[in-house]
């Protein structure tokens, strides 16, 4: 079946610009993640849904990040005023919900590169 | 905070060697380990996960792990490597938790595996 899927795979913007990455997990999936992978800081976590709820939301890194999740499927992850910083791959995941015996399921990510 | 430790950053080998890489993570309580792999160009790939019972896990294109309780470790380790293993290998553990919330995964920096033909 089909996999994570994320849009888009590649995206370049301005320092000072908003940006939407979107994540569509595997069919049936409750569990949705959002990690950034960077040079020097490996995979990091951002943020988590079960449902519609976002139950944790410690891994982002400042206000200027915000997610949502709708319809229990789709995910959109917003950076607002993107700073350099930012530059990285942003990778989604997905899980079906067995509490303590899930695995999560990557998507390619999308590169963001903020100039 | 818990901590995901891995131990080289980059290996090299040629085919036919035997790799073992390590990880060590620093949460004292009950975890989910787990081994991902990233070729070339290709996202993250689920290698292999230990979630109980035999401590020695086997995965997918002839990959095992060890989980070593009292070690705080989960080692992967191939007999003989392939150039087509030539990849990014990520640790990673999560907590296992009463009431079985899911939560994130918390991932070593990984270790970049080059395999020369």
């Known amino acids: 079946g089909a996999g994570v899927s994320q849009s888009p795979s590649n995206k370049v913007t301005e320092k000072g610009k908003d940006v939407e990455l979107r994540c569509d997990p595997i069919?049936?999936?409750?569990?949705l993640y959002w990690y950034r992978q960077s040079l020097g800081q490996g995979l990091e976590f951002l943020i988590y849904?079960?449902?519609?709820?976002?139950?944790?939301k410690s891994g982002l890194p400042s206000d200027r990040f915000s997610a949502e999740r709708t319809g229990g499927s789709v995910s959109t992850l917003t950076i607002q005023r993107t700073q350099q910083e930012d530059s990285a791959v942003y990778l989604c995941?997905?899980?079906?919900?067995?509490?303590?015996?899930?695995?999560?399921?990557f998507g390619p990510g999308t590169r963001l590169t903020v100039l | 905070a818990q901590s995901v430790s891995q131990h080289n950053h980059h290996v090299i080998l040629s085919e036919a060697a035997s790799l073992e890489l390590g990880c060590n993570y620093s949460?004292?309580?009950?975890?989910?380990l787990f081994w991902y792999v990233q070729y070339p160009g290709q996202h993250l790939q689920l290698l292999l996960k230990?979630?109980?019972?035999?401590?020695l896990v086997k995965g997918i294109k002839g990959f095992e792990a060890e989980f070593i309780k009292s070690k705080f470790s989960f080692n992967l380790r191939k007999p003989s490597v392939q150039w087509s293993d030539t990849a990014e290998y990520f640790c990673a553990v999560k907590k296992r938790v009463t009431g079985g919330s899911q939560g994130n995964l918390i991932f070593g920096k990984g270790t970049k595996l080059s395999v020369k033909p």
């Open positions: 995941a997905s899980s079906y919900y067995k509490p303590n015996t899930d695995t999560q399921y």
């Open positions: 069919s049936g999936h409750t569990a």
């Open positions: 230990y979630f109980s019972g035999d401590p």
């Open positions: 949460y004292g309580g009950t975890v989910n």
């Open positions: 849904f079960q449902g519609n709820s976002a139950p944790d």
